[in-house]
């Protein structure tokens, strides 16, 4: 069973560009979770995501910032028009259900030149 | 606002001692869990303690958890120079798990 699977691994993009994260939870999985973590610093949630719906995006800018999670395919955030300050490793990470432990994706480093 | 903060924000023991980390948050909650986070890695979950235990061991980890004072410690004895990494509490009260801000551990050889 392969564990929550991120692409790409590292990514960098200039100024202005779009970024797009891809996240496959693991097999039987319908819960996937988005964070942000800066160098130094614990993780920032930004969205939760089950199939088709966005549960909770409290954590997500109000602008630029859109993750979805389709019925087919991985969970994709998008953050159109890249600042320097989106610079920052993203993890995912997927349950089983709401409460129980996650788990997570080895995460993609982002960096906006 | 964060919910769970960890005490100390960074932690130097000599290998073989015991390390202990705590955290405190500031909402009821459904469980509580701990997390480690190898430099550059994604987090790995250790262990889960629900609202309704106290205390839960798994190997060299040790998780108490007091609801009534808010706060958790997790203790790994005998430490490893494995055991060099960030360890991070997560507090879950409703649909999401909110991260403080971690402990570095650092074993010394």
């Known amino acids: 069973n392969a564990g929550v699977m991120q692409n790409p691994r590292h990514l960098v993009r200039r100024r202005g560009q779009e970024a797009r994260l891809r996240c496959s939870p693991m097999?039987?999985?319908?819960?996937v979770y988005w964070y942000r973590q800066l160098p130094e610093e614990g993780l920032k949630f930004m969205v939760y995501?089950?199939?088709?719906?966005?549960?909770?995006e409290s954590g997500m800018p109000k602008e630029r910032f859109s993750a979805e999670f389709p019925k087919e395919g991985p969970s994709i955030l998008r953050i159109q028009q890249v600042v320097r300050g989106d610079s920052a490793a993203y993890f995912c990470?997927?349950?089983?259900?709401?409460?129980?432990?996650?788990?997570f994706g080895p995460g993609t480093r982002l960096t906006v030149t | 606002s964060q919910q769970g903060e960890e005490d100390p924000q960074a932690l130097s023991i000599q290998e073989g001692e015991n390390a202990t980390m705590n955290c405190s948050y500031k909402?009821?909650?459904?469980?509580l869990q701990w997390y480690r986070q190898n430099s550059g890695r994604g987090l790995v979950h250790l262990i889960l303690?629900?609202?309704?235990?106290r205390e839960k061991h798994s190997g060299r980890l040790r998780v108490t958890l007091d609801t009534s004072k808010k706060s958790s410690s997790l203790l790994i004895t005998a430490s490893r120079a494995a055991d060099t990494a960030s360890y991070f509490c997560?507090?879950?009260?409703?649909?999401?798990?909110?991260f403080g801000k971690g402990t570095r551990l650092h074993i010394l050889p």
């Open positions: 990470a997927s349950s089983e259900q709401t409460s129980y432990e996650q788990y």
């Open positions: 097999k039987g999985h319908s819960h």
């Open positions: 995501l089950q199939k088709e719906n966005i549960i909770d």
């Open positions: 909402t009821s909650i459904n469980n």
């Open positions: 303690i629900r609202s309704n235990e």
């Open positions: 997560a507090t879950n009260g409703g649909d999401k798990i909110i």
